[in-house]
């Protein structure tokens, strides 16, 4: 690479030498310092004229290029130019390296030489530094085709242009009233990369186009409560979508909304267990909320057994969508129907409960022994004049010996009005009393039967049952009768059987119809029915048929098995 632009760079240094004759011939001198002039002013302003003021030779020089192969010797400078050559040559030699390759540099002695022969005319001070600079600025253009270009780094893509959302959607009426319109909708279906900033609602009066924001700044939520309205206008809205890109499209309601409240038909909606009876204690903290519903606000008003409510006992306070009925200490008299009422305009609903407050019940009104015999005593009683505001559930009595005076309860939870006691001890004198009982429990105070029971002694002849003896007598008979059995010689064995009967039977046992009687050799034994025979290491002559008989008054009974006595197994060296 750097030998191409070396003759290039000879061939740019031949046309001075061509100039230099051209100035050998008689010609003005004004005329050739105009010439060289025009490249030296080119540089100061910019260094691309000189770049294409040189581009011609640049061109030329291949054509001239074989002429060349042996450069010419510089023709010496004339003597009042010599002066200025050196002091030009540093100053094309300083710009060469600065902008060219390490050719370049070679090359400057020539220009240097060649400088002082185009301005003979001119003052070398002048024109010999615009000499160089027209030579400077081609060996840059050369050097810069030459050189290898550095490898730039990838210009990152432009960001991608900020765009608005589209159009938030689903926008509509979620309630309103006379001065207040609330909408809800949904977030738009393209937000893009810059994100959403918010909302911005906007209304009109219908018939005109004055759209007028009436929120301060973008609100995040989707749902606003346009407040401040005036009652009976008719208002158009729209929410628009608003981020870094720009404002969206608008979303307006497809009519225009009138401020009115919308009327809705009041009820009141009755809390499940009020819908029976509800019963509380005496004393009892009462609160109870119903919930009603109705557009506006409907009136509320309570009664009492169809009067107005005791504001002084019953504390009533309403909210838009409740009542609350609070009592802070109940008392009986708060018993009674509570009917609720709630108008809207022309339309009311009603509903009642009823409250009733109960407490302990009173003791039975009377209580009276009515008769007594052996044993027993008959009470009768009446119930209670004050049943505490509910109905009675049952009544306890409860006894005490005179003696002692110490009460047991007889009966509990008992319904009926009259009841007999039984099991009283004989000779002892017995109070009575009753208690009444209802939801609350039993009654503080109990009555006391005016009599007393006594239960008198009596004389007793005891006389037991007269009873036929039954005949249990019963001959003899063998519930388990005997089994055959075989034994080893020297091996004790036993032999067992079950008999009962009426006396109690006689037993014998036999061997072979014989009787076995006091044998040592055997061992008898009968208990409670069970007999057993033992025979005590058997030998070759024990085997045969045992019996065994039973006998009584009534009759007898025999029965029998086979026993069979065997050899003990010997093993083949004990034979040998």
């Known amino acids: ?108 002695p020539a220009a240097a030489a060649e400088a002082p022969a185009d301005a003979a005319a001119a003052p070398a001070t002048e024109e010999a530094a615009p000499a160089a600079d027209g030579e400077a600025p081609a060996a840059d253009a050369e050097a ?173 306070r309403s909210t838009d969508r409740d009542s609350i009925v609070f009592i802070r200490a109940a008392e009986r008299d708060d018993s009674g129907v509570f009917e609720m009422c709630v108008k809207v305009d022309d339309f009311e609903d009603k509903a009642q409960f009823i409250l009733q407050i109960v407490e302990l019940p009173g003791a039975p009104a009377s209580l009276k022994i009515v008769d007594t015999w052996g044993f027993n005593v008959a009470l009768e009683w009446t119930p209670p004049k004050d049943n505490g505001n509910t109905e009675i559930t049952g009544y306890s009595i409860q006894k005490a010996d005179k003696k002692t005076g110490d009460w047991f309860t007889v009966l509990e939870h008992y319904h009926r009005l009259n009841a007999t006691i039984s099991d009283l001890i004989m000779g002892n004198t017995y109070n009575f009393r009753a208690f009444s009982e209802n939801k609350c429990g039993i009654s503080e105070s109990a009555i006391v039967a005016k009599q007393e029971a006594k239960i008198l002694k009596t004389g007793i002849d005891y006389k037991p049952p007269e009873y036929k003896e039954r005949d249990s007598s019963e001959a003899p008979k063998f519930t388990t009768s005997l089994n055959d059995r075989a034994t080893t010689v020297g091996y004790s064995t036993k032999l067992l059987c079950s008999v009962r009967g009426s006396p109690k039977p006689k037993v014998q046992w036999m061997k072979n119809q014989m009787i076995i009687g006091d044998d040592p050799k055997y061992r008898q034994i009968c208990v409670q029915g069970i007999c057993s ?44």
């Open 1 to 108: 690479m750097p030998s191409k632009p070396a003759p290039i760079k000879k061939a740019a240094n031949k046309e001075p030498a061509k100039k230099e004759e051209k100035a050998a011939e008689p010609e003005p001198a004004p005329e050739a310092a105009p010439a060289e002039a025009a490249p030296a002013e080119a540089p100061a302003e910019g260094e691309a004229a000189p770049a294409e003021g040189e581009a011609a030779p640049a061109e030329a020089a291949p054509a001239e290029a074989p002429a060349a192969e042996e450069p010419k010797p510089p023709t010496p400078p004339p003597a009042d130019a010599a002066a200025p050559a050196p002091e030009e040559t540093p100053a094309a030699a300083a710009e060469a390296p600065a902008d060219a390759a390490a050719p370049a540099v070679e090359e400057t």
């Open 144 to 316: 810069a085709e030459a050189a290898p270009e550095e490898p730039k780094a990838p210009t990152p893509p432009p960001p991608p242009p900020k765009e608005p959302t589209s159009a938030p959607v689903d926008l509509f009426i979620e309630d309103k009233n006379d001065t207040s319109v609330t909408i809800i909708w949904s977030q738009p279906e393209t937000i893009g990369h810059t994100g959403l900033d918010g909302y911005t609602i906007e209304i009109a009066k219908d018939g005109t186009e004055d759209w007028k924001a009436v929120n301060e700044e973008p609100q995040k939520s989707c749902r606003y409560v346009i407040k401040n309205l005036t009652t009976g206008d008719r208002l158009k809205i729209r929410v628009v979508a608003v981020n870094a890109g720009g404002r969206s499209g608008p979303c307006a309601l497809p009519e225009a909304v009138l401020v009115k409240e919308v009327a809705d038909r009041p009820k009141v909606r009755m809390p499940r267990f009020l819908r029976q009876r509800y019963v509380a204690n005496v004393g009892a903290k009462i609160n109870l909320t119903i919930p009603f519903t109705g557009k506006p606000k409907p009136v509320v008003s309570w009664t009492k057994d169809g009067q107005p409510l005791d504001t002084k006992r019953v504390n009533i």
């Open 533 to 576: 025979l033992e025979i005590r290491k058997p030998g070759n002559f024990d085997g045969g048929v045992y019996s065994c008989k039973a006998k009584n008054d009534h009759g007898e009974a025999t029965v029998s098995c086979k026993l069979e006595v065997k050899q003990p197994a010997v093993a083949d060296a004990d034979k040998k």
